[in-house]
C-alpha cells in the first residue's frame, strides 16, 4: 500500500515513536509526503508544485515539540492533496528533502531565507531553474546541499565561502557557468565537491588543494582548462578524483598516483597527454579512465599490479599489440578498449570471468574467430565487437549469456548461417549484426524482448520471416541490403510499435498494405531500391508519428524500459554515411520510397504529415500535379521528386519550406515559372533539368511572361546561395541503424538537435556526437 493513502495520524505516531528512541536530545520527527496541491492551495513557486507520482518523501526534523502544523492534524487531512508552502514556515527545521519531486520555480521563489537552523538542504532532481540566490548562502547551519539535477542558470557565487559547516556540495547537471570562486578553498569541512555536467570554465582554482578533507572531487564535464593544479596533491584523504571531460591540457601528472588511498580516477576527455609509463602507483585504483589521453604502445604494464580494478577505460588511444596474457587476470568488469590499433585474437580466458559485465573492443584491428568459451562470461549485459575483422560462425554458447542486453557485432567478416538460439524470455533488446557475410534465412532466435534488430548490409535470402511479430515489442527493424524476396507482407503492418522500418534495396515485390495506419508510431519508413508497385496508398496520412512533432526530448525517447540508450542511427545517402544521435531519432522523420514502381499520383494527404524531414519518392512512375499541400510540410529539409512523370506547375507553396536545403524535381513533365520566393532560389539548374517547359533564373532560362524577381539580401546576382553547398543526391536512399551504444548507468550523454531559425540553410549532414560507455 503506497505511503500516501495510510491514515496520516498512524504514520505520524509511528515514525515519531521509533525516531524519538534514538534521539539524544529531544527530537521530533514527522514524515510528510508531497503530492498535487489542491487547487486552492498557494505556494512559493511559480507555477504550482506538483508530484504525479510518491517518488521521495522527504523527512522533516524538528527540534523541540511538534508545532501545531505537524501535532495537530486535522480528521479531513488528505496527504494527497498536501500542499508545501506551510513547511517553510517552520523556523526550527533542520532537515528538508525535496528530492525527485517534480518541483518547478526557482530558488528565489522558496522562502526558506528565514530557516536559520535548517543543516540538510536537498532539492536534487527536479525542474528548479533561476540562479543560486545569495541568501542560500546565508543559512551557515548547512552542513548538506544538494541541488543537482535542476535548470539552475548563472554563475557561482563567491558567498558561498560562507557555509563553513558545509561538508557535502553537489550543484551537479545544471548550466552553471563562470569560474568556480576562489574563495570555495575556505570551505575547510568540504568531504565531497561535486559541480559536474555545468559549464564552468577557467582553470581550476589553486584553492581546491586548501580542501585537505575532501574525499571526492568531481569537475567532470565542464570547460575547464589549463593545467590540473599541483595543489591538488595536498588532499592526502582523496578517494576519487573526476576531472574527465573538461579542455584540460598539459601532461598528466605523476604525483596524482602517489595519492594512496585514491580509488577512482577519471581524466579522460581533456587534452591530457600521458608520459607516465615508467609509474609506479601507490594506490590501488578500482575506476579508472584514461580515455583520450595520447596512449601509444602496448597496454602499459603497470596496471598488471591494480588488483582491484573494476572500471577500465582506455579507448580513444594508440595503443598497439595483443591483449596482454595479465588483463583477464585482473578480472575487470567494465572494460572499454575501443578506438585503438588493438590487434589478434581474443584469449579465451577474456571469458572465464563471472564478472564481467560491459566489454567494448570495437573499432580495433582484431581478427579471426570468436572463442568457444565465450559464453562462459554468462554475465556480460553489453558487448560490443563492432568494426574489427572477426571472421567465421557465431559461437553456440553466446546464447548462454543469459544477462545479455546488447548485442553489436555489425562491420566485421563474421558468415554462416547459423545463429545462436536465445531464451525466448532473454533480457537481449539490441541486436546489430548488420555490414558482415551473414547468409540464410532472417533470424528470429534472439527472444521477445528485442527493441532494435539490425541486420542490414548482409547475404540474407528468402522470405521476411512472419514470426518476428513475436517480438512484439521491436521498435527498429532494419534488413536493408541483403537478398530478400517475396511479397510485402501485411503481417509487416501488425508490429504497432515500430518506429523505424528499413527494408530498401533488397527484392520485394507487391504493393504497399493499405492497412498502413497501424503503424502510428513510425517515424522512419524506408522501401526504396525494391520492385514494389500500384498506388502509394491514401492511408498513408494515418501515420500519424509523422504528423508532429514530441513535446520534448524526454517524451521522444522512451526506448527502453531498463537505462540505456544507443548512440547513432546512420543513414546511408548513396554511400554516404551520415549519423543522427539516436537521442534526436525521434526528431528525424523520414519517408523513402525511391527506386520502385509505384505509379498514380501522391496522396494530397501526405501534406498532412507535418513533422516529415525528408521525403523521397525519385524514380518511380508517378504523375498527375505536385500536391500544393506539400508546401505545409514545414520541417521538411529533403524533398525529391525526380524521374517520374509529373506535369503542371511546381507549387509556390513550395518556396514556403524554410528549411528546405534539399530539393530535386528534374527528369519530370513540368512547366510555367518556377517559384522564385525564399528557399527556391537556393538551387541550381541540375535541380530542374530535363524539364523542358519549365523557365525561371534557376535554370537561366526567362519567362516571357514574368518580371525578373528581385534578389534578396544574401544571394549573389546568379540567384545562388553565397555559402551554396554542394548537391546531395538521392539514389535508393537507405536508412540503417548503427551500433554504438551506452550504458546510461556508466555516464550521462548530452544530445541537441538545434532549429535554425527561417531562412538559414541547415546542412542535413550535421552529425552529433556522444561519449560511449564513460563511466
Not at 574563495?183 to 561535486?194: A, D
Not at 562462459?376 to 543469459?402: C, D, V, Y
Request: proline share 7%; glycine share 8%; with cysteine.
Amino acid at each position: 500500500m503506497p505511503i500516501a493513502s495510510k491514515p496520516f495520524s498512524l504514520l505520524i505516531l509511528i515514525l515519531f515513536l521509533s525516531l524519538l528512541a534514538q534521539a539524544p536530545t529531544p527530537f521530533s520527527h514527522a514524515l510528510l509526503p508531497i503530492n498535487k496541491p489542491s487547487s486552492s492551495s498557494k505556494t512559493p513557486f511559480s507555477h504550482p508544485v506538483t508530484l504525479p507520482s510518491l517518488k521521495t518523501p522527504f523527512l522533516i526534523s524538528l527540534h523541540g515539540s511538534l508545532p501545531p502544523l505537524v501535532a495537530n492534524v486535522p480528521p479531513s487531512f488528505n496527504p494527497t492533496t498536501s500542499s508545501i508552502a506551510p513547511l517553510f514556515t517552520i523556523k526550527t527545521l533542520i532537515k528538508l528533502d525535496l528530492s525527485y519531486n517534480s518541483l518547478v520555480g526557482s530558488i528565489a521563489s522558496l522562502s526558506l531565507s528565514n530557516l536559520t537552523k535548517l543543516a540538510y538542504l536537498d532539492l536534487s532532481s527536479n525542474s528548479i531553474n533561476g540562479s543560486i540566490p545569495d541568501w542560500l548562502f546565508s543559512l551557515s547551519s548547512l552542513s548538506y546541499l544538494d541541488l543537482s539535477a535542476n535548470q539552475l542558470t548563472g554563475t557561482l557565487s563567491p558567498a558561498i565561502q560562507n557555509l563553513l559547516k558545509l561538508s557535502f556540495l553537489s550543484l551537479d547537471e545544471n548550466d552553471l557557468e563562470g569560474k568556480i570562486p576562489v574563495k570555495i578553498g575556505n570551505l575547510t569541512e568540504l568531504r565531497t565537491l561535486s559541480l559536474r555536467d555545468n559549464k564552468f570554465s577557467g582553470e581550476i582554482p589553486a584553492a581546491v588543494g586548501d580542501l585537505t578533507n575532501l574525499s571526492s572531487l568531481s569537475l567532470s564535464k565542464n570547460q575547464l582548462s589549463g593545467q590540473v593544479p599541483e595543489t591538488l596533491g595536498k588532499i592526502r584523504r582523496l578517494e576519487t578524483l573526476q576531472l574527465d571531460d573538461n579542455k584540460l591540457s598539459s601532461g598528466i601528472p605523476a604525483w596524482i598516483f602517489s595519492l594512496r588511498v585514491l580509488k577512482t580516477l577519471k581524466l579522460g576527455g581533456n587534452q591530457l597527454i600521458w608520459n607516465l609509463d615508467g609509474i609506479s602507483p601507490k594506490c590501488q585504483l578500482e575506476r579508472l579512465s584514461l580515455r583520450s589521453c595520447k596512449m601509444a604502445g602496448n597496454i602499459p604494464n603497470w596496471l598488471s599490479g591494480q588488483k582491484s580494478l573494476n572500471f577500465l577505460d582506455l579507448s580513444n588511444n594508440d595503443l598497439e599489440g595483443e591483449i596482454p596474457a595479465w588483463l583477464p587476470d585482473l578480472d575487470v568488469g567494465n572494460l572499454l578498449l575501443s578506438g585503438n590499433k588493438l590487434t589478434g585474437e581474443l584469449p579465451g580466458s577474456l571469458f572465464q570471468s563471472l564478472k564481467l559485465s560491459i566489454l567494448d573492443l570495437s573499432s580495433n584491428d582484431f581478427n579471426g574467430k570468436l572463442p568457444e568459451n565465450i559464453g562462459n562470461a554468462t554475465n556480460i549485459m553489453i558487448l560490443s565487437l563492432n568494426n574489427n575483422n572477426f571472421s567465421g560462425p557465431l559461437p553456440e554458447s553466446m546464447a548462454k549469456i543469459h544477462r545479455l542486453l546488447m548485442l553489436d557485432l555489425s562491420e566485421n567478416e563474421f558468415s554462416g548461417d547459423k545463429f545462436p538460439v536465445f531464451d525466448p524470455n532473454s533480457y537481449l533488446a539490441y541486436v546489430d549484426m548488420s555490414a558482415n557475410k551473414f547468409s540464410g534465412q532472417v533470424p528470429t532466435s534472439f527472444g521477445r524482448q528485442m527493441k532494435v534488430l539490425a541486420l542490414g548490409g548482409n547475404l540474407l535470402s528468402g522470405e521476411i520471416p512472419a514470426n518476428l511479430t513475436e517480438m512484439d515489442q521491436l521498435e527498429h527493424l532494419d534488413l536493408q541490403n541483403n537478398k530478400l524476396s517475396g511479397d510485402f507482407s501485411e503481417w509487416i503492418m501488425r508490429m504497432s510499435n515500430l518506429r523505424a522500418l528499413n527494408l530498401g534495396n533488397n527484392l520485394l515485390v507487391g504493393q504497399i498494405p493499405t492497412n498502413l495506419y497501424n503503424l502510428t508510431n513510425l517515424r522512419i519508413l524506408d522501401l526504396s531500391g525494391n520492385r514494389l508497385a500500384g498506388n502509394i496508398p491514401p492511408s498513408v496520412v494515418n501515420l500519424t508519428g509523422m504528423s508532429s512533432l514530441p513535446g520534448t526530448l524526454n517524451d521522444a525517447l522512451d526506448i527502453f524500459t531498463f537505462p540505456i540508450d544507443f548512440q547513432d542511427v546512420v543513414i546511408n545517402w548513396k554511400g554516404t554515411f551520415r549519423s543522427i544521435a539516436t537521442r534526436t531519432l525521434d526528431f528525424y522523420f523520414i519517408m523513402d520510397l525511391s527506386a520502385n514502381r509505384f505509379s498514380g499520383e501522391i496522396p494530397a494527404g501526405l501534406g498532412q504529415l507535418k513533422a516529415l524531414k525528408i521525403l523521397n519518392v525519385s524514380h518511380n512512375l508517378l504523375v498527375g500535379q505536385i500536391p500544393a499541400s506539400l508546401g505545409q510540410l514545414e520541417e521538411l529539409e529533403g524533398l525529391d521528386l525526380s524521374d517520374n512523370q509529373f506535369s503542371g506547375e511546381i507549387p509556390a507553396s513550395l518556396g514556403n519550406l524554410g528549411f528546405l536545403t534539399r530539393f530535386n524535381v528534374s527528369s519530370n513533365q513540368l512547366v510555367g515559372q518556377i517559384p522564385s520566393n525564399r528557399q527556391m532560389l537556393t538551387f541550381g539548374p541540375e535541380d530542374f533539368a530535363n524539364n523542358s517547359g519549365l523557365c525561371g533564373s534557376q535554370i537561366e532560362k526567362p519567362c516571357a511572361f514574368a518580371e525578373s524577381p528581385r534578389v534578396p539580401l544574401g544571394f549573389d546576382g546568379n540567384g545562388d546561395a553565397e555559402d551554396d553547398t554542394s548537391w546531395f543526391e538521392w539514389e535508393g536512399a537507405g536508412i540503417g541503424f548503427a551500433v554504438a551504444f551506452v550504458l546510461a548507468i556508466l555516464g550521462s550523454i548530452c544530445f541537441g538537435l538545434p532549429f535554425p531559425e527561417m531562412p538559414k540553410r541547415w546542412p542535413l549532414d550535421r552529425r552529433l556526437h556522444a561519449a560511449i560507455f564513460r563511466g
